[in-house]
């Protein structure tokens, strides 16, 4: 997909790239509606047809429909935009740090806290 | 003609939005951060800006992934923030400076830099948290703004030397645009973050300690990186630092550093401030 080019691999990391820009189109655009309240209050009204109505696949809907966050990053989800989607959960960055790493937020805190020393 | 004052580089994270609104600045956890900025306030009641050029990134509130300039210029009477969906409050507009940005845009156009030009342009914390940090309490922001949006969003992003270089022609245009205005340079973003994958959480303090050290003494330094090595030891939003490098840019020439802060964490951030006078 990339013209065969070979691509840069970092542990635990993806660059948002076209092929990660391609395949995340829907799931993006649905969480850049997010940005106005009307559309936040229709998607908690009924998930699934939300997700419907912007033409996710079923891995999009999926991953959206559980919250798991590196679903939604394989997906195609942008960090920036699923921001959006976990604030509507209340969700903060380290709720959303602590779920991708598999930790306890007060782990996932007292990580960052740690690479201050 | 008009003046550069200095330029200042603040960390953007949403977060600090909050604290603002909920006047946490004495509260431990931002105690540390927000410490930084007295010394520049008292730099910035010093030299007087009239202007604010502010380099910075959108995060899908003014640009959305079906259209995404590299770079951008606002030309616009007047900005407006808005709703970002995540729940910290939404701040008034800030004037524009017509004047300066188009002529800005013809600048930069002339230089070989083909920025997208903007006439109407919301502004998202990137934007205005940098500006109510640096100037509190206030009812309306005091200087006039040219916005100016670098992609740090969806790859291939902007070189690190090609975005010195677009800072450079920015400070050629300031200082070539005819009036007697005093413009400060801002840059926002960054330090070290990154908030995707399993790597979320990951700051590198020795490197972001380095670069905000070479950047008073040696700016071409992080130039010899490519955006990946960045993404790689900054993480995948500490490429943010491209709008530091490119404010850096705009100072042309020597500079001297006025003040800097560095506190990990805000958010899952580390935090930088670097204000710098041209010598």
């Known amino acids: 997909m990339n013209g065969g080019k070979q691509k840069r691999v970092i542990p635990g990391t993806t660059l948002f ?14 969480c850049f509606s997010f940005n106005s309240a009307e559309n936040r209050a229709e998607f908690l009204k009924d998930q699934a047809a939300y997700c419907d109505k912007y033409g996710l696949n079923a891995q999009q809907k999926q991953a959206v429909l559980s919250l798991q966050v590196l679903d939604m990053l394989a997906a195609g989800g942008n960090a920036y935009y699923l921001a959006k989607l976990g604030g ?6 380290q709720d959303i740090g602590a779920q991708q790493t598999g930790m306890s937020k007060d782990e996932f805190r007292a990580r960052l806290v740690a690479a201050g020393r | 003609m008009a003046r550069i004052v200095g330029g200042i580089n603040v960390t953007h994270v949403p977060y600090i939005g ?3 609104a909920n006047n946490l600045q004495q509260d431990p956890y931002w105690k540390p951060f927000f410490d930084g900025f007295p010394p520049i306030h008292d730099w910035l009641a010093k030299v007087e800006p009239d202007v604010a050029v502010v380099i910075y990134n959108d995060h899908g509130l003014n640009f959305f992934l079906d259209k995404m300039p590299t770079f951008a210029v606002g030309a616009a009477p007047e900005y407006s923030n808005a709703d970002e969906g995540w729940g910290i409050p939404t701040l008034p507009p800030y004037r524009g400076e017509l004047d300066l940005s188009w002529h800005m845009i013809d600048a930069l ?34 200087v006039r703004t040219v916005p100016v949006c670098v992609n740090t969003v969806q790859f291939p992003l902007p070189k ?14 300031i200082e070539s645009w005819d009036s007697d205005a005093r413009v400060v340079v801002i840059g926002t973003g960054g330090l070290s973050h990154q908030l ?17 050290d070479k950047l008073i003494t040696d700016p071409l330094w992080v130039t010899r990186y490519s955006i990946p090595d960045l993404v790689e030891l900054t993480g995948t939003q500490g490429v943010e630092l491209l709008n530091w490098l490119t404010t850096r840019g705009a100072l042309l020439g020597e500079v001297a550093k006025v003040h800097g802060n560095y506190h990990i964490p805000i958010s899952n951030t580390a935090s930088g401030l670097l204000a710098m006078e041209i010598l």
């Not at chain 2, 919301?122 to 005091?142: G, I, Q």
């Not at chain 2, 995707?196 to 905000?212: H, P, S, T, V």
Request: charge should be negative.
């Open chain 1, 17 to 30: 790239d076209g092929d990660m820009a391609r395949k995340g189109y829907a799931l993006n655009k649905m």
């Open chain 1, 88 to 93: 509507i959960f209340g969700l903060d960055m």
């Open chain 2, 18 to 20: 909050r604290a603002i």
């Open chain 2, 109 to 142: 156009v002339e230089e070989e830099f083909d920025i997208t030009s903007c006439q109407e342009m919301l502004v998202d914390h990137a934007f205005t948290l940098p500006l109510e940090l640096l100037w509190p309490n206030r009812k309306s922001c005091p």
């Open chain 2, 160 to 173: 690190a030397a090609r975005c010195f270089k677009f800072g450079q022609a920015i400070g050629r245009a």
């Open chain 2, 196 to 212: 995707d994958g399993q790597r979320a959480g990951f700051i590198n303090k020795e490197f972001d300690l380095m670069f905000m």
